[in-house]
């Protein structure tokens, strides 16, 4: 599949608002709800209907011809949105930085602003030697599992910051069935944490989870001071 469509598809699907981020990207194709009806062979109100979210979350195979509709229309066009969005470079899927010594996991999580929403006694425990930044999205959708270790550097002994996260469950999944662990995850602009399975996983593996909406380069500069 193509990379750009895959992206777009994995962002869809993994969407806590699918409706809006269907509209987001058929605006940043220029394409009408009415060039899209035409070419899928439905109602411009069925479009609006998905936008809006008044019809249920659409299933893969929905999304699959939506994307692909995006894709053709825009070929037809001369397929320049497509050549400058597959053009421009993309950030790394994950970094990862060192702290000069270890530190109590309460001065990170204070550093960020964070707030816990599990495990908050484990903390007193935990002395961090890092972190690491992971787009989340990009990492389910092109980090094969062998490579997910290497989000962790030199030493496990770190806290994963998790960015565009949905629900958090794929990440905590994606932690129980890989060695090694982190120390601690946070989940970035993600206001509540309601999935039983991932505060399931937290629980089992011992690993808190903290929320923060604090904005990505502030966190890195504040954290640079470590």
Do not use: C
């Amino acid at each position: 599949m193509d990379p750009l469509k895959q992206q777009i598809a994995g962002e869809i699907a993994l969407a806590r608002n699918p409706g809006a981020t269907i509209k987001k990207w058929r605006e940043i194709f220029g394409i009408t709800q009415t060039e899209l009806a035409d070419y899928l062979g439905i109602t411009p109100s069925t479009i609006s209907d998905y936008e809006s979210n008044r019809r249920k979350s659409p299933g893969i195979g929905v999304i699959r011809r939506f994307v692909d509709a995006l894709v053709d229309i825009d070929s037809k066009k001369g397929g320049w949105v497509h050549k400058k969005l597959a053009g421009e470079k993309k950030p790394d899927v994950f970094s990862v930085v060192d702290f000069e010594k270890p530190i109590p996991a309460k001065s990170f999580v204070n550093a960020i602003s964070g707030r816990v929403v599990t495990n908050k006694r484990k903390l007193a425990d935990i002395q961090l030697s890092g972190y690491s930044l992971v787009d989340s999205l990009r990492a389910i959708l092109e980090l094969p599992v062998d490579n997910f270790a290497n989000i962790y550097g030199r030493s496990s002994n770190r806290a994963v910051v998790f960015t565009h996260v949905g629900v958090g469950r794929s990440p905590m999944v994606a932690i129980r069935v890989t060695n090694p662990k982190p120390s601690l995850v946070v989940y970035h602009g993600l206001d509540k944490m309601d999935d039983p399975i991932a505060k399931k996983i937290s629980e089992v593996e011992r690993i808190p989870i903290i929320l923060t909406n604090l904005d990505i380069d502030t966190i890195k500069e504040k954290l640079g001071r470590f």
